[in-house]
């Protein structure tokens, strides 16, 4: 269940499936879910030896591996990938608002990356393995004394030259509006000196917003992927904005004016009707059939 007790790390969220979810503007037949999820379950399935393999390969390999399984999960379960603007340097810490499971697959999908991933995923059967595989780092959120530790190691993950994607509200909500970006994530910014890339997801059934692939209050992953399945036309919508960089003298000196700023934009964005879309450059495999 998605529904756990709230703490600092994650706060809970107003959204919930009674609420927020609403029927499909057009509903996949029975035999075309049931294929989706037979194929999402053979990419998940394959994905594991895969995983095994490339966990010890270089950064840049084992990024590119992970993109092309995640392009395949997200085809199989016929999510399309849209890209509506795209800032010039997607390198650093990308900050996203959090709607679904589908998320981090879908940074995964669009730029090479690494996952910041809570502690508990990685003792999941076969999912733990395919996360630790894609070189997530996993943070502790009960536990606040190793807020420090999970600091630096993205700091350390930064300074390496990696991209991580972070969802700094801390819980998931419908995707028809959006929690306040926590600001620890962003002192690892600070500390790398790195610069953080503001980034929105908007899930879409034709130009309206969609509330069909979000994962809320006491939601199963389940009936999320079930609800995914189920839906025909469901797209994507990946916005990357334009970078902010820490001024150690300037404004955004400290972490709360960055997550202040960082969440400013996201929001204004998420809640934006209308974006001029294209597909994502270069990931043909990216368009499901809906």
């Known amino acids: 269940m998605n529904s756990v007790p709230p703490s600092p790390w994650r706060p809970l969220g107003p959204c919930t499936p009674a609420a927020c979810v609403h029927g499909p503007a057009a509903a996949a037949g029975p035999l075309r879910r049931l294929a989706r999820l037979t194929a999402a379950?053979?990419?998940?399935?394959?994905?594991?030896p895969v995983s095994l393999a490339t966990c010890r390969a270089r950064a840049g390999l084992r990024a590119g591996v992970t993109r092309a399984w995640a392009r395949l999960l997200l085809r199989s379960l016929g999510v399309r990938i849209e890209v509506a603007a795209c800032g010039p340097d997607a390198r650093g810490l990308v900050v996203a608002n959090h709607t679904s499971w589908l998320d981090p697959l879908v940074l995964a999908a669009t730029i090479p990356s690494r996952p910041l991933a809570k502690h508990e995923i990685a003792g999941w059967p076969v999912i733990g393995r395919l996360v630790a595989g894609s070189g997530a780092l996993f943070i502790d959120r009960e536990r606040l004394y190793a807020l420090p530790a999970t600091v630096g190691a993205i700091a350390g993950a930064l300074r390496a030259g990696d991209t991580v994607v972070a969802f700094p509200e801390g819980t998931t909500w419908c995707g028809r509006g959006m929690g306040r970006f926590r600001?620890?994530?962003f002192q690892a910014a600070i500390d790398a000196g790195a610069t953080v890339v503001p980034a929105t997801l908007r899930y879409r059934e034709g130009a309206a917003t969609s509330t069909r692939a979000c994962f809320v209050g006491d939601d199963s992953l389940l009936a999320s992927m079930l609800r995914v399945a189920a839906t025909r036309g469901l797209a994507v919508e990946v916005t990357l904005l334009a970078p902010v960089r820490p001024a150690p003298a300037g404004p955004l000196h400290t972490r709360a004016a960055l997550a202040g700023l960082a969440e400013a934009r996201v929001r204004a964005n998420v809640l934006e009707d209308t974006h001029p879309l294209r597909p994502?450059?270069?990931?043909?495999s990216l368009a499901g059939r809906g």
Do not use: D, H, Y
Request: net charge neutral; proline share 12%; aromatic share 0%.
């Open 280 to 284: 994502v450059l270069g990931a043909p």
């Open 183 to 185: 600001p620890a994530v």
């Open 41 to 48: 379950l053979l990419v998940i399935l394959t994905g594991v």
